[in-house]
Structure formats: structure tokens, C-alpha cells
């Protein structure tokens, strides 16, 4: 029950955020909020020695059961790591943005997306069925598309709000259909049965097709090349926000999706290579493309795009361990897994550290081009220790945290080259050069926070404001988290057991022992490969950081043109064009074509389908005896129909239109259907009222030209709609097919204690619908009384007028 409390606590708390903030106006609205994420925060804590003695928490609670979708709860090694980043490191976030964001701004907002943004995202890591995944999966990509798009008065955050929302929802809908596909194959949407019969889906002919799709979720979601090209845009939402949806949130969705799903496809070829593969081009090109900015969150973005593909490399070579099964080989290739798990752990740390101090630089100084920073160091001293802590992690220095993680990625591509699977024998040499090209990318980078932001000399001319150190408040997450990147490097294996080693026993649950898979970590493991490798990071590094103006030019070679978001852009244009043209074809403000293409729709679907299936048929004998006053009421509603083509005045078409409505009761009631015959009475009374209440206000009929090819076109639609309605009808009298659904409606007093069939439909059985409908007709009648509420006054608009 308490990890499903932690789901709702987030949305319950940000329905609150209005009363509060009303009621608590002098009282910045973040030491509210602030209480969730530490309350989750500790509530998760204490399952943690349990997790780590092998224990998993399921609850279930029923949602539509008859299709297998229920709300379950899961909490296990992979889950908990999850939910402890997004709630230990939301908590320092908000805490931050207490310091960061000034009162002026509208926190109501800001912080009612923030929690909606955490539900959503421990909704997708505590959910067992796939179907509840992707509710939260797509519920971040909105919350995320309202954050980023937070300073919505900004050209280029909305931009950025809508291409982040763009291709992770279009991901999102490639990974549904892969969903439904495991459900096809499995007969299950819950994750752990799926996992139970392994043989039947991975025997299936959707696995594949579900594997890549499943792929596309996660790639674009965690913004994996080519989809990467949103997370750099994304960087227009508040320093705060870009903090969390990049070291705790967001980007990490598509690698827990990657991770939960690896026992279920893990060990096929195409899962090797494309998580692999896309994770290591997704690490050389972020590295590379982060050199070449001057924007430091950019910088920072791109950082994030390399450090992501990394992590989805690692847990690509890790998968090859399930090719084999449980042996001493598989269990060697599983530390590549362990590495990423570490990684995760580590990233979020030293990046979250990182983009809190680029917040502090851009909000004590005024920007963030390192083009007009440098000599900080002795201005801002504690913003320049955070900065050398994380920038040092993240570029593989020891004694930081990032160096233990970035030695085994090192130990992990040097393996797998020693597999005689899936061509490693011969590709697999790739692996470790890409993986230490992209790593000198990194140092380089990395080099260039610091030593740009903080050495050199200062320009004051060239600041917004004068530098200065940031208040006490704002430093306290950054140096929170940067104590955890020195004490994750001391004690490690603290770590390792409690959090990282249950992980793994989730990502892995046909191994028999969580312990094996879970290695020693130590700073020092003699001089090594790996550790030559590094030693080659930092002097090729540093000479070509010395080097950077001369090579710099490199990154002019591919015109802009042919850059990714270059495309992105003229698709969407193009797309936009295209479908503004398409428009205004057919919607021209005329009403009669709008009838006419629902009209000739419905001919050419239903009276089409009808003569290709041959299921007119009519049999008068079976009819009942058609009575003379039944005749009457016919020929009276024919009258009144043709009357009101020839009608001359709106008063006579009012009138005449009653006339069809009253008789149409009058044949419920003959066909002794008092409930329609009242309800029918009841509609049109209104209807008529109301025509001639607003009767003053219609226009007056005007006799307007049209072309005797018109007119003929649209006697021949009516006659053909008339036609198929008249053919759908008897056609339904005699059609025996099928079983006529009116006899299940026939028990309705045993099936749902109802003596009138039609009550009992609109009450039970259409339920839901009806109650829609109602919805329906609220909404509409609260944006009648906004707009009535909303409607300015004769004196005020004369005032604005003049």
C-alpha cells in the first residue's frame, strides 16, 4: 500500500498547490512542496536493507480486469534505484529552486508540473503492467512538455516544449504497439508473467517487431541518436528543471525501460546490436558535438547525450550474457550491466551537481557563454569546487565516483572483444576505440567548464551583473550531491551490496545468485589496460584542448542544412504546409460541404459494404400489419420534410421541423416505447423553444443562386442517404448472421436488476458512455458561463476602443 501511496502522494499534493498557495502567500510555495519528495524519500528508505536480503513488494489493485489491466505495484532492486534518484534528487532540486526561482514567478505552475512530473515518473518505475507503464510513461512526456515550456513567453521554450513532446509521444506510440505485441505473444501485459514464459514469446513471430518498437520508446525517450536533437533544446526550461529531467527523471525513463525489458529480450542478436550500437554512436557523437558549444547548459545537454549512450552501451554488452545462459562465461559479461547500473548511480550525482552550479553562474553573473566568463575561481570559490568535483567525475578522474564506473565501462568493451558471438570476434575491436575516442571527448569538455568558466581573466564589461559567490541556500544540493561523488568513491561496496547487487538480481532473475553477479569495487587494480587507457585520455585530453582553436574548424565541414535538427525542422514545416493546404481545401466555412462529405462518406462506407457483402434482404411477409394511422403519420412527416425544402420563411422551416420531431414521438409511442416517446417530446419542445426564443437573432432567408449541377448533386446525395438508411433498415429486420445482441439485453433484470431494458442500457450497461455524455455537457456548460463571465462590457469596450 505504501508504494502505491507514493505514487498518488505527488498528484494529491500538486491538487493542494492552489489552496496553498492562496492561502500562504508570504511563504515561498517550495518549502510546502518540498516536504513530499523528503517524506517518499524516507518512506523508500526503509525498504532498503529488505530489497537487499532479496524481498519484492507486489500489490494489485483492479482496474479493467476483463482486459488484464490492473494498477500493480512493484518494488524490487531496479525499481528502487529509480525511485531513490527521482525522490532524493527532486527533493535537492526543490530545494534549489526555493533559492533559484523568485517569488514573482508563477510557483503555483511551476510546482504543480514538478510533482505531476514525479507521480508520473515513479507511476513508470513502480508499474508491473505495460499498459499502466505507458500511462505514466506518456503522462511525463506531458508534464516534461509543461516545464520545459515553463517561461512559455519565450519563442524558443515553446519550441523546445514542442519537440520534446513530439518525438518522445512518437516514440511513445512505436513502444504501445510493441506492448501490444508482447500481449499478442504472451497473453499477459503484466512484466514478471511475461518474464514466466519466456519460450512462448521469445517463439513468437511479434517478438522481434515488438523488440524494435519497444527500442524506439526507450531511444527516444532517453534521447538516443538520432532522436537526441530535443534534450539540447530542452535546456530553455528553468535550471532547476533541466537539473532534474537530467540526472534523475526524464532521459533515465528510456534506460530503466532498456533495463526492466532485458531478461525478456536480452541475448537476441538484434537487442545486442541496437542497444549496444546506438548507445556507443549515441556517446561519440554527444561527446563530440559538447565540445563545439559555448552555452554552458548546452554544453551540459550534450554531456548528458554522451553520458546516456554510455550507460545504454553498457547495458547492451550486458545483455550478451543471457545468450548463454547461467555459466561462469555469462556471469562475466554481466558486470557490464553492474557498470551501468554504477554509472546510473554515479551520472546523477556528478551531473546533477553540475547543472546547479551552471544555474548559479547564469543567476549571480548573468550568463552562461563561456565566451565572455572566465576568472571566477576567486570570486565564487564553492561554485568553482563544485565545478572541479563534477567536471573531474565525469571526465573518469579518481577519487571522484564517475573514474570507478568509467574503469569498468573500459573492462567491459575490452571483454566483450573475446566473444565469439554476434561477429564480435571481428567487430568487436569497435567497441573499446569508440568507447576511448568518446572518452577524450569527454575530458576535453570537461576541461572546458573549468578552466573557461573559472581560470583566466575576468570581464566584467562583458557580465550582466557584477560576480559574486551564491547565497548559502543555493549551494546546499550542489554539496550535497558532491559529497556523495567523493563518498560513493571511498565506500563503494556499501553501495554495491545495498542497492546495486538486488538490481541486478531484477535485471537477471534466472541466475541463481545475486552476490555473483555483483563484483568487488576498488579504486586500484594495478597498472592495466584500462588504467593505460585512461592515462592516454588525459594527455591526448589536454593536447587537444591546447589544440582546440586549430581543429575546431572540423566542426564546420557539415553544412547546417544537413544537420540533424536542420531536418527535423524542414519536416515539420513541410508537414505543417502540407496539412494547411490539405485544410483549407475542404474546411471553407461552408457548412452545406461539411454534410456533403459526411454524406457521401456514408454512402460509399455502409451502402458500399452492403452491396460487396450482399447482405440486403427483405421479406415483407414477415413484417407486421402496417396500420392506417400509422400510414398517416408517415405521409405526414413526407409533407412536412419536402415543406420545408420549399419553405420561403424561417418561421414556417421552425415550425415544420417540430412537425417531424412530434411525429417521431408519436411513433414511439405507438410502438409503446413511453421512455423514447418522452424523452424525444422532451429534446424537441426544447429545440423548437429555443429557435424561436433566438428567432430575432437568425438571419433572414435569402434566396441564393446555385447551379443546376449542384442542385442535381445534392438531390442525388439526399436520395442516395435516404436510400442506404432505408436499406439499413430492412436489411436489419431480416439479417440472421448473426446473434442479435437484443437478446443478452433480454436478462437484464439477472444481469443488472433492472426491470426497463432501455434504463438498464443507459444505466448499466452504457454505463460509462452515458456518463461521458454528461461529462460532455458539463464541460460545455461551464465554457457557456466562462464565456458569459468572460464577455466584456459596453463601457469597457468602448474604453478600449478609444
Known amino acids: 500500500m505504501l508504494i502505491a501511496f507514493s505514487i498518488m502522494l505527488p498528484f494529491l499534493a500538486a491538487a493542494l498547490i492552489p489552496l496553498i498557495y492562496r492561502r500562504f502567500k508570504n511563504i515561498h510555495l517550495g518549502w510546502f512542496v518540498l516536504i513530499v519528495p523528503v517524506a517518499l524519500f524516507s518512506i523508500l528508505a526503509t525498504y532498503i536493507p529488505r530489497i537487499a536480503n532479496g524481498e ?72 508491473d503492467n505495460l499498459m499502466v507503464l505507458y500511462v505514466f510513461w506518456e503522462l511525463t512526456s506531458v508534464s516534461s512538455f509543461l516545464l520545459i515550456a515553463f517561461w512559455h513567453h519565450r519563442k524558443a521554450s515553446r519550441a523546445g516544449a514542442r519537440k520534446a513532446m513530439t518525438i518522445t509521444v512518437s516514440g511513445g506510440v512505436a513502444m504501445l504497439a510493441g506492448f501490444l505485441m508482447l500481449y499478442v505473444a504472451s497473453g499477459t501485459f503484466s512484466i514478471r508473467e511475461i518474464i514466466e514464459n519466456l519460450d512462448v514469446v521469445q517463439s513468437s513471430v ?35 528543471v533541466s537539473a532534474y529531467l537530467h540526472s534523475a527523471t ?38 563530440f558535438n559538447a565540445v563545439r558549444q559555448y552555452d554552458l547548459k548546452a554544453l551540459l545537454a550534450y554531456s548528458t547525450i554522451s553520458q546516456l549512450g554510455l550507460i545504454m552501451s553498457l547495458f547492451g554488452l550486458g545483455s550478451a550474457a543471457l545468450h548463454f545462459g547461467y555459466s561462469t562465461q555469462s556471469v562475466i559479461y554481466t558486470q557490464a550491466t553492474f557498470a551501468a547500473l554504477f554509472h546510473l548511480i554515479n551520472h546523477s550525482t556528478f551531473k546533477g551537481a553540475l547543472f546547479m552550479m551552471v544555474g548559479i553562474v547564469d543567476h549571480e553573473v548573468g550568463t552562461r557563454d563561456i565566451r565572455r566568463l572566465g576568472g571566477l575561481m576567486s570570486l565564487m570559490p564553492f561554485t568553482f569546487t563544485i565545478a572541479v568535483i563534477g567536471s573531474a567525475s565525469m571526465a573518469g578522474l579518481p577519487p571522484f565516483n564517475g573514474f570507478l564506473s568509467k574503469e569498468m565501462f573500459f573492462t567491459a568493451t575490452l571483454k566483450i572483444t573475446q566473444l565469439d558471438i554476434f561477429s564480435l570476434d571481428s567487430i568487436g575491436l569497435l567497441f573499446p576505440i569508440i568507447a576511448w575516442v568518446a572518452s577524450i571527448f569527454t575530458f576535453i569538455y570537461c576541461v572546458i567548464i573549468v578552466m573557461r568558466t573559472f581560470f583566466g581573466k575576468i570581464q566584467p564589461d562583458r557580465l550582466e551583473k557584477p560576480p559574486h559567490e551564491a547565497p548559502f541556500g543555493m549551494l546546499i544540493s550542489p554539496f550535497v550531491l558532491v559529497a556523495f561523488v567523493i563518498g560513493i568513491f571511498i565506500f563503494p561496496n556499501v553501495l554495491g551490496h545495498y542497492i546495486l547487487s538486488p538490481a541486478m538480481a531484477s535485471i537477471y532473475p534466472m541466475f541463481p545468485s545475486a552476490e555473483e553477479l555483483t563484483p568487488h569495487i576498488s579504486a586500484w587494480h594495478g597498472f592495466n589496460t584500462e588504467l593505460i587507457m585512461t592515462f592516454g585520455v588525459i594527455v591526448v585530453g589536454v593536447f587537444l584542448y591546447r589544440t582546440l582553436k586549430k581543429w575546431r574548424p572540423v566542426y564546420q565541414l557539415i553544412p547546417q542544412s544537413f544537420t540533424l535538427n536542420a531536418i527535423y525542422e524542414r519536416v515539420i514545416n513541410s508537414s505543417e504546409g502540407v496539412s494547411g493546404r490539405v485544410t483549407n481545401r475542404y474546411m471553407n466555412g461552408n457548412l452545406t460541404y461539411y454534410f456533403v462529405y459526411i454524406y457521401v462518406f456514408f454512402v460509399t462506407l455502409l451502402a458500399g459494404y452492403m452491396i460487396y457483402a450482399d447482405v440486403f434482404s427483405w421479406n415483407p411477409s414477415k413484417d407486421s400489419v402496417i396500420e392506417p394511422y400509422e400510414l398517416v403519420l408517415v405521409f405526414v412527416m413526407i409533407a412536412a420534410a419536402i415543406a420545408i425544402i420549399f419553405a420561403k420563411q424561417r418561421i414556417t422551416v421552425v415550425l415544420l ?8 414521438a408519436f411513433f414511439f409511442v405507438v410502438f409503446r416505447a413511453p421512455d423514447l416517446a418522452l424523452t424525444q417530446l422532451v429534446v424537441e419542445s426544447v429545440t423548437t423553444a429555443l429557435f424561436l426564443l433566438s428567432f430575432k437573432y437568425l438571419p433572414k432567408l435569402k434566396n441564393e443562386y446555385i447551379s443546376k449541377s449542384w442542385r442535381f448533386a445534392k438531390v442525388t446525395i439526399s436520395i442516395a442517404v435516404g436510400a442506404t438508411v432505408t436499406l439499413i433498415g430492412l436489411a436489419v429486420m431480416n439479417y440472421d448472421r448473426f446473434e442479435p445482441i437484443s437478446k443478452y439485453f433480454e436478462d437484464s433484470y439477472d444481469l443488472a436488476g433492472g426491470k426497463n431494458i432501455v434504463n438498464t442500457i443507459l444505466g448499466d450497461f452504457r454505463a460509462f458512455d452515458t456518463m461521458l455524455e454528461v461529462v460532455v455537457l458539463f464541460i460545455a456548460g461551464l465554457g457557456v458561463y466562462t464565456l458569459i463571465k468572460l464577455k466584456a462590457k459596453k463601457g469597457d469596450a468602448d474604453v478600449e476602443s478609444k
Open 657 to 664: 421541423n417540430g412537425v417531424l420531431g412530434y411525429s417521431v
Open 250 to 287: 526524464m532521459v533515465k525513463a528510456g534506460i530503466y525501460l532498456v533495463a526492466r525489458t532485458t531478461p525478456i529480450f536480452g541475448g537476441h542478436e538484434v537487442w545486442f546490436w541496437a542497444v549496444s550500437g546506438v548507445g556507443l554512436l549515441t556517446l561519440f557523437w554527444g561527446s
Open 56 to 127: 519484492v513488494f507486489i500489490n494489485t489493485f483492479e482496474w479493467i480486469p476483463t482486459f488484464g489491466i490492473n494498477i500493480t505495484t512493484y518494488l524490487d532492486g531496479l525499481s528502487m534505484i529509480f525511485s531513490l534518484l527521482i525522490t532524493g534528487v527532486g527533493s535537492l532540486v526543490i530545494l534549489y529552486s526555493i533559492f533559484y526561482l523568485s517569488t514573482k514567478e508563477s510557483l503555483h505552475h511551476f510546482y504543480c508540473y514538478l510533482l505531476l512530473f514525479m507521480g508520473a515518473m515513479l507511476g513508470v518505475v513502480f508499474s
Open 206 to 240: 511479434y517478438f522481434v517487431p515488438a523488440m524494435c518498437l519497444v527500442l524506439l520508446g526507450a531511444f527516444t525517450k532517453s534521447a538516443q541518436f538520432p532522436f537526441h536533437i530535443w534534450l539540447p533544446d530542452a535546456m530553455e526550461a528553468p535550471t532547476p
